[in-house]
C-alpha cells in the first residue's frame, strides 16, 4: 500500500497570504495525484487532478505541482473561503490512499 | 444535474451488518465506475471499495477486504455497499463518489454522506 503524508498538519495563514501545502508518496505515483478541499459538515471538493490539472471552475490561485513522490497544492492568496482541510490522493495503485490533510486556518 | 444521495446508515450492534445504498441521477450512471468512501468522526479521508462501470470489477481496502461487499444496479442507478461483522472502527460518515470519467480513479461529485455508528 502507497502511504501518502501530508505536512503541515495545520498552516496558519493570514488571508491575503499565500499556502503552501505538501504531499509525499511513499513511492512513485508518477502524476496519478489529486487533492480536495473540504469544509465541516461537507462532502470533498475535487481542485486538482493529474498533479496539476485544475478541475471545473475551481479558481486559478489554486495549483498543483510536483511528480513522483513530491507534490505541493499552492494557494497564491487566501480567501475567507479557502480556510478548510486540504486532502491528497494517490490513484497510481490500488488501494487508492489519502493522506491525512492539511487544515488551513485563519491566523 | 449530477446528485447522489445515500441512504441506509445508522445506528448498528457490533459484528451485525447494515447496507447502505446510493441512488444516482444527472448522469449516465452505468458509464462510470463508482467509490465508497468513508471518514471516522473528525478523523480524514479512507477509501474503502470501488466498483467497475459494469460490476466487473471490484476492489476493495485490507481493512474491509471479505467483510464488505461493494455491488451495483445499473437499471436502478442505484449503488449499493454491504457491510457484515461491523465493527467499532467502522464507525464514520460514508460517502459515495463518481469518478471524473471513465477509466480514472478521482472523484468530481460526491454524496452528502449518511452516519454509521457502530455502538453496543
Known amino acids: 500500500e502507497i502511504v501518502v503524508t501530508q505536512s503541515p498538519a495545520t498552516l496558519s495563514v493570514s488571508p491575503g497570504e499565500g499556502a503552501t501545502l505538501s504531499c509525499r508518496a511513499s513511492?512513485?505515483?508518477?502524476?496519478?495525484l489529486a487533492w480536495y478541499q473540504q469544509k465541516p459538515g461537507q462532502a470533498p471538493r475535487l481542485l486538482i487532478y493529474g498533479a496539476s490539472t485544475g478541475a471545473t471552475g475551481i479558481p486559478a490561485r489554486f495549483s498543483g505541482s510536483g511528480s513522483g513522490t513530491e507534490f505541493t497544492l499552492t494557494i497564491s492568496s487566501l480567501q475567507s473561503e479557502d480556510f478548510a482541510v486540504y486532502y491528497c490522493q494517490q490513484y497510481n495503485n490500488w488501494p487508492l490512499t489519502f493522506g491525512g490533510g492539511t487544515k488551513v486556518e485563519i491566523k | 444535474q449530477v446528485q447522489l444521495v445515500e441512504s441506509g446508515g445508522g445506528v448498528v450492534q457490533p459484528g451485525r451488518s447494515l447496507r447502505l445504498s446510493c441512488a444516482a441521477s444527472g448522469f449516465t450512471f452505468s458509464s462510470y465506475g463508482m467509490h465508497w468512501v468513508r471518514q471516522a468522526p473528525g478523523k480524514g479521508l479512507e477509501w474503502v471499495a470501488a466498483?467497475?462501470?459494469?460490476?466487473?470489477?471490484?476492489y476493495y481496502a485490507d481493512s474491509v477486504k471479505g467483510r464488505f461487499t461493494i455491488s451495483r444496479d445499473n437499471s436502478q442507478n442505484t449503488l449499493y455497499l454491504q457491510m457484515n461483522s461491523l465493527r467499532a472502527e467502522d464507525t464514520a460518515v460514508y460517502y459515495c463518489?463518481?469518478?471524473?470519467?471513465?477509466?480514472?480513479?478521482?472523484?468530481?461529485?460526491w454524496g452528502q454522506g449518511t452516519l454509521v455508528t457502530v455502538s453496543s
Open positions: 463518489a463518481k469518478i471524473w470519467a471513465p477509466g480514472t480513479r478521482y472523484f468530481d461529485y
Open positions: 513511492q512513485s505515483v508518477s502524476s496519478n
Open positions: 466498483i467497475s462501470y459494469d460490476g466487473g470489477n471490484k
